[in-house]
């Protein structure tokens, strides 16, 4: 699915929310050790860099380079590209071995992935006893009652040019399988409701749906669901271009660890 996110790499760097800092901290308190974290479909990096406030090394990869470009520096972080091609073994042998990594970590991206596969790997790869799995995903925003029905007509517009596997984030991963022992931070069927506020500018909010798969998929058919009519209609809702809001987005985490 690379090909989906590497056109709107640049996009994503200004126009995603940030991840509040005490979700890493929450996830730390929940691994007995903390020297390797391995942040998957890591994109620009942005949860690794979260991550790597409390391990010792992070390995984050992504099957798409041009998102890789974009990933921000941090002296604890690695970053490694990846292919579809590789074997068990290798990815194993890349992150740090069997029974090696304390956390893993895969923000707004493991719907892409072949589960069964991935889940294999992090059974693997997590320290046992105590390393952690976690996987989260962002939807809804909420703004005002007066933006929200008209953002909603511009989300409708948009359904369908969605992967089916998009699904997963517009359901709150409730229906994700999720095979890992509860550790009271989410389990399969009951993903952990969380928030993430942030202060957003008409920009910022415009940037981030413009970096929607949906969006640049229609465009690639010769669609612009972002219309200078959209756009203008959007903008009025918001309350003028240069009006600073603050958001919520709602957020679902799944985390837990191997079974033994």
């Known amino acids: 699915m690379a090909v989906l996110f590497d056109k709107q790499a640049d996009l994503y760097l200004d126009g995603r929310p940030t991840y509040p800092t005490q979700w890493y901290s929450m996830l730390a308190d929940h691994t007995l050790h903390h020297s390797l974290a391995w942040d998957v479909g890591t994109g620009n990096g942005q949860a690794a860099l979260g991550v790597a406030e409390h391990y010792e090394q992070v390995i984050g990869t992504d099957v798409s380079e041009a998102q890789l470009k974009h990933a921000m520096a941090h002296p604890r972080v690695r970053y490694l590209p990846t292919q579809l091609s590789m074997s068990d073994d290798e990815l194993i042998t890349l992150i740090g071995g069997e029974n090696s990594v304390d956390l893993v970590t895969v923000a707004q991206a493991v719907h892409w992935f072949d589960l069964p596969k991935f889940y294999s790997l992090v059974a693997r790869l997590l320290r046992k006893p105590g390393g952690v799995l976690a996987v989260w995903c962002y939807n809804d925003i909420l703004v005002s009652p007066a933006f929200e029905p008209v953002f909603k007509q511009f989300h409708d517009s948009t359904l369908p040019f969605w992967h089916p596997n998009i ?14 022992e509860n550790i009271g931070l989410g389990s399969e069927g009951k993903p952990l409701e969380l928030d993430i506020s942030k202060e957003l500018s008409f920009e ?9 798969s949906a969006v640049i998929t229609a465009k690639n058919q010769g669609v612009d669901l972002l219309s200078p009519t959209v756009v203008k209609e959007l903008e009025t809702v918001w309350g003028g271009p240069k009006l600073v ?16």
């Open 245 to 260: 809001r603050s958001v919520t987005y709602k957020a679902f985490m799944l985390a837990g660890k191997a079974k033994l």
């Open 204 to 212: 910022g909010f415009l940037k981030m749906i413009s970096s929607w």
């Open 167 to 180: 699904q997963h984030i517009f359901d709150g991963y409730k229906k994700l399988p999720f095979p890992f």
